[in-house]
C-alpha cells in the first residue's frame, strides 16, 4: 500500500516526529524549562488540571513547529473524568492562516467516533499562536465551542515554545494547571 501524506500534514514541513528530534537537539532540557516560565498574563489557575505525557506534549510542540507559518491545530483525546490526554490527533488547519485556526470538519468527526470505539473521547484542542503569547486570543474566545473542553494554546514566538492551557465558559479564560508524566 503506498504510504501517503496525511491531510494533516499537508501543509507542514516536517513529520512530527522529525520535529520532535530538531526540538530535542535544541534543547535536552525542555520539561524543565516549560515548568519554569511565569505565566504572562497573571492567570489564577482553575480547579481543572489537565495530565499529558510528555511525549504527547512534545508531539503537539513538534507539530505546531512543523505548521510554520501557519498556526497548527489538533485535538485531545483522554477521559473527561479523570482529565487525561490519552493521544492527540493533529488535524489540518483549513483556514491555512498564521492568524486563525480551523479544525478539519471531516477529521474532527472521524476523531470523535474513533476515540468513542477505545473509550475515550475529544477532550480539547490545541492551536499554535505564532507571533503572540499563549494566551486564547478574543477570535478563540468566541469561537470557543465546549465550556468542558480544555484549550491548549503553544506559542511559538520566543526561542521556547510556551505550552499552557485554558478553560472558556461563557467568555471567561481562566489558566489551568498542566501536569506532565
Same mark, same amino acid.
Given at each position: 500500500?503506498? !504510504? ?10 516536517? $513529520? ?9 537537539? *535544541?534543547?535536552?532540557?525542555?520539561? #524543565? @524549562?516549560?515548568?519554569? /516560565? =511565569? &505565566? ?9 488540571? /489537565?495530565? *499529558? ?8 510542540? #513538534? ?29 489540518? !488547519? ?5 492568524? +486563525?485556526?480551523?479544525?478539519? =470538519?471531516?477529521?474532527? /468527526? ?6 468513542? $470505539? ?6 480539547? +484542542? ?9 494566551? =486564547? &486570543? =478574543? ?28 478553560? *472558556?465558559?461563557?467568555?471567561? @479564560? ?8
Amino acid at each position: 500500500m503506498a !504510504n501517503k501524506t496525511t491531510p494533516a500534514r499537508a501543509a507542514c514541513r516536517f $513529520k512530527p516526529s522529525e520535529s520532535i528530534e530538531i526540538w530535542e537537539l *535544541i534543547s535536552g532540557e525542555f520539561s #524543565a @524549562v516549560i515548568k519554569k /516560565l =511565569p &505565566s504572562e498574563g497573571g492567570s489564577h489557575y482553575a480547579e481543572e488540571v /489537565l495530565t *499529558i505525557s510528555h511525549a504527547t506534549q512534545l508531539e503537539v510542540i #513538534a507539530h505546531c513547529l512543523s505548521c510554520v507559518p501557519e498556526e497548527a491545530c489538533g485535538l485531545l483525546i483522554g477521559d473527561y473524568a479523570s482529565e487525561v490526554v490519552d493521544h492527540v490527533v493533529p488535524t489540518e !488547519n483549513v483556514a491555512h492562516s498564521a492568524m +486563525v485556526y480551523t479544525v478539519d =470538519p471531516g477529521a474532527f /468527526l472521524a476523531a470523535d467516533r474513533a476515540a468513542a $470505539k477505545q473509550g475515550f473521547d475529544v477532550i480539547g +484542542v490545541y492551536h499554535s499562536h505564532t507571533h503572540t503569547e499563549a494566551y =486564547p &486570543s =478574543p477570535t478563540d474566545v468566541s469561537q470557543a465551542p465546549d465550556p468542558g473542553w480544555h484549550y491548549v494554546l503553544v506559542s511559538l514566538r520566543d526561542i521556547v515554545p510556551v505550552f499552557r492551557s485554558y478553560s *472558556i465558559v461563557e467568555g471567561t @479564560v481562566t489558566e489551568e494547571l498542566v501536569v506532565t508524566q
